[in-house]
């Protein structure tokens, strides 16, 4: 039995029935998609799950791994690494580099720099070494977290993103990939922000081009093989008039350095200024209170960890309508953030606009012995 609690939210002329989204500009790219991490929806995108060839979008991988090493303390900003021949020879594959060679030993925060600002193919071997044990046991992992996340349209064959067969990744699985850094390494995403870096006398500069004309772009990875073409990872946090906001573009298949860093901006701006960023509920304020059978409480409340956000066209903000779905009768003993509905969002003419988990915000325990059997014969009348 389904049981279906309408909230009306603000009062407004209802939309059509089928209200049309923002059309995105035309975008010269093979493949691409922007989604707005505040409310985690896709604006707009065409082929995002076709597979392509990531070039060195694949180090938004190798990072995250290291990152997540770094973290759990298996790997330390200030330890030396030596450098393999393995990781000097990628200097003869014609890609990026950072220029390390075997006499040196440079740190891991020399690396990650390495790697993120200069896209360089040595660094990456070197920290996917000193993570992994060998290249092998460090795309394993690479593989095993995309399972993980469930990107049906990615697999690594290697931690730089030279072309090899099948090596390949979606601008959609890519995206998810650089929310993940976002989300869950923010200590570690002003990297991606560097300018320029040096490291023994070389300098060079971060090839993605929105660093110097868009003050809201803050990252991400820059990518190329001629098989790929001019791809590019462009994230930017603006300031709105409901919020801060921050959306992630993701270009594949361009023409050029300046196609790439072109069509991500106009992708950017129009998710700016065609969408607005609604907040419906604050992060742990219950959105319903809902009964509960056999349990030490009568009651149970419905929210989510975080806030509840949506993106809507633009001005459509005060057209909405949420709906509450969950399972009925809801039985005694429910744990903190155990899922049990589903907060529907549309507008008044019923377009879908988010679908929202809802879950359990405090546990209830298992009543007594006579609380349950006096629910128990309640529930056998109902």
């Not at 003869?92 to 075997?102: P, W």
């Not at 149970?300 to 066209?313: E, N």
């Amino acid at each position: 039995m389904r049981l279906l609690l309408s909230l009306a939210l603000l009062i407004g002329l209802a939309l059509p029935a089928r209200a049309q989204a923002p059309q995105p500009p035309e975008i010269a790219a093979r493949q691409y998609i922007l989604v707005d991490l505040t409310s985690n929806q896709v604006l707009a995108a065409r082929d995002a799950d076709a597979q392509a060839d990531p070039a060195s979008l694949t180090k938004l991988m190798t990072a995250y791994l290291v990152f997540n090493a770094i973290r759990d303390k298996k790997l330390g900003l200030e330890q030396e690494i030596a450098v393999s021949l393995r990781a000097w020879s990628e200097r003869k594959g014609g890609g990026s580099l950072m220029f390390i060679d075997t006499t040196m030993r440079p740190k891991v925060d020399e690396l990650l720099k390495g790697m993120i600002v200069q896209s360089g193919n040595d660094a990456s071997v070197a920290l996917a070494e000193a993570v992994g044990g060998t290249l092998d046991g460090f795309v394993q992992m690479m593989n095993r977290q995309a399972q993980a996340w469930g990107l049906k349209n990615t697999q690594f064959r290697n931690v730089t993103g030279l072309t090899e067969p099948g090596h390949y990744s979606s601008a959609r699985d890519v995206a998810t990939i650089a929310a993940k850094i976002i989300a869950e390494h923010p200590q570690f995403y002003p990297l991606y922000s560097m300018r320029q870096y040096t490291y023994n006398n070389i300098k060079q500069d971060n090839r993605n081009l929105l660093l110097g004309r868009d003050a809201s772009v803050d990252g991400m990875k820059t990518g190329y093989t001629e098989t790929a073409g001019y791809c590019l990872v462009a994230s930017a946090q603006r300031d709105m008039a409901n919020g801060k906001r921050r959306l992630v573009s993701v270009v594949m298949g361009t023409a050029s350095r300046e196609a790439r860093a072109a069509e991500s901006q106009k992708l950017l701006n129009w998710g700016f200024q065609a969408w607005d960023a609604l907040r419906l509920f604050e992060a742990g304020k219950a959105v319903a209170t809902v009964p509960v059978w056999k349990g030490s409480a009568k009651e149970a409340r419905l929210g989510a960890p975080g806030a509840i956000v949506v993106t809507v066209p633009k001005g459509e903000g005060d057209k909405l309508k949420t709906t509450i779905e969950r399972t009925d009768p809801l039985v005694a003993p429910l744990a903190a953030g155990q899922r049990v509905g589903t907060l529907k969002v549309t507008t008044t003419g019923g377009a879908p606009v988010a679908e929202v988990p809802l879950t359990v915000l405090e546990p209830v325990e298992l009543a007594g012995i006579f609380g349950r059997a006096w629910d128990a014969i309640r529930l056998w009348i109902k």
